[in-house]
DNA sequence: TGAGAGTCAATATA
DNA sequence: TATATTGACTCTCA
């Protein structure tokens, strides 16, 4: 089943946060050049680069949830999307995301337009509960959740929305489910409570941390790093503080996950650490903080979650090993020089899985232990499968062949031949 | 037993 | 000072 969804909303919000669009009052404030937007930005989908042209008679108008957003300013939004998606008909959860962006202008009250600003922005469309997409349109319980990070302020907008689906040819509209103005503001309550996203069931989960009433859900990782980046900013949390209270994890590990954020399918244990992550931004923005100036168990017991499970980990012990004494005692970690590092890099790119007698080989001529040249590979071949998931990159990385490997080999006969 | 996943924590970099 | 990178370690699993 295909489905589009076209619509294009004009939207300012006040510090009131009242609303005005294209089709409702106030038109009549709005600056002369309200239309006038830039010209569509590089990175922006064919989809959203076409032309703003409504093409619903009806302008939704949404909740919005400021978070800290300045006072002084009014921000005109306008946004135009049109997508299709495999949304299976059936299911609890549903949810696309439309990459698009957001054409942000800053508008400062007393001196009409003082700055223009582009900004990305996720869209998640959202067929919420519901048992199919049928009931969902029914029900009007199709939505839209937007994200912008606007100079480093988080505003999330809910809205109910007007899209259309095109089943075998037929054109189904989907209708706001709104019949009068006490009817929005009801829907808007309802909306700007939402849940961070949540999609389908999970076919497994290993190391549950949830309560038994509690069902396991997916997690749109990409999502909830992207929501934790912007929360870290705005409150200016450090990742440390973050990574140790809330995920019982070091800075680096917190900074390589909001970074490159696996497929929730593509996780294992690590999803705990996502979990967390999504149980924490569950919160209100005064428990949330608040969370953060408690202990890590106290942390855990006001989400809900079990406490912390700290991981045993190779680098803990290895500093603990070498003088428990001292806690100070740091053991200084191995960098390969740029001459060994070329070498290894070299060889990885004919072949990531190199014999054992080329790790040999490659410890005897790089006069390092063979240990570090198989973790070199080992991490290697991690990060770069890493780097797939999180990008879809496809790259070569089939088993070496002997021909190959006696080539590679006859090179270190002659060693100087490297480089 | 070896490969992969998750991670730590030292250190490089911004 | 905060964040990003990375060599090494433990645990899990086929």
Not at 20 to 27: E, L, T
Not at 197 to 220: G, N, T, W
Not at 298 to 304: L, N, R, V
Request: overall charge negative; proline content about 6%.
């Amino acid at each position: 089943m295909g489905m589009h969804g076209k619509y294009v909303d004009y939207l300012q919000v006040d510090p009131s946060n009242t609303y005005i669009n294209k089709y409702g009052p106030p038109q009549e404030e709005l600056p002369d050049d309200f239309l006038d937007f830039p010209d569509s930005p590089k990175e922006s989908s064919p989809e959203s680069s076409t032309k703003t042209t409504p093409t619903s008679d009806v302008l939704d108008f949404s909740s919005w949830e400021p978070v800290d957003s300045d006072s002084s300013f009014h921000m005109n939004i306008v946004y135009e999307s049109e997508a299709e998606t495999d949304l299976p008909t059936h299911g609890v959860l549903s949810s696309m995301t439309i990459n698009q962006q957001f054409y942000v202008k800053k508008t400062k009250i007393e001196k009409n337009l003082i700055a223009e600003e582009r900004c990305f922005g996720d869209s998640h469309l959202n067929i919420d509960g519901s048992s199919d997409l049928e009931n969902a349109i029914q029900n009007g319980n199709v939505s839209q959740q937007d994200m912008v990070n606007f100079g480093g302020k988080s505003i999330i907008q809910h809205q109910q929305i007007d899209v259309e689906v095109v089943e075998q040819g037929n054109s189904v509209r989907i209708p706001p489910n709104y019949d009068d103005q006490e009817n929005q503001l009801d829907s808007m309550k309802t909306l700007s409570k939402q849940k961070p996203k949540r999609v389908k069931k999970s076919r497994q989960a290993p190391q549950k941390d949830l309560h038994d009433s509690e069902v396991e859900e997916e997690i749109d990782t990409k999502d909830v790093a992207m929501r934790i980046v912007n929360e870290l900013k705005t409150h200016h949390i450090p990742q440390k503080t973050f990574a140790e209270r809330i995920l019982c994890r070091s800075q680096g590990t917190l900074s390589d996950l909001l970074r490159k954020p696996k497929p929730w399918n593509m996780l294992k244990s690590g999803q705990e650490t996502f979990r967390r992550m999504h149980k924490w931004l569950q919160q209100p923005l005064t428990a949330r903080l608040s969370i953060l100036d408690m202990s890590t168990e106290e942390a855990a017991e006001a989400q809900g979650l079990l406490p912390p499970t700290p991981v045993p980990s190779g680098a803990r012990k290895r500093r603990m090993n070498s003088d428990e004494s001292d806690p100070a005692a740091k053991v200084a970690r191995f960098v390969f020089t740029t001459h060994q590092k070329q070498t290894l890099q070299s060889v990885y790119k004919i072949t990531q899985r190199p014999t054992r007698e080329m790790h040999q080989k490659l410890a005897d001529y790089l006069e390092i232990s063979i240990e570090t040249v198989e973790n070199f590979f080992m991490n290697a071949r991690r990060r770069d499968r890493h780097r797939q998931a999180t990008t879809q990159v496809e790259t070569i990385n089939g088993p070496i062949t002997h021909q190959q490997e006696a080539e590679i080999l006859s090179e270190y006969e002659s060693d100087d031949n490297f480089y």
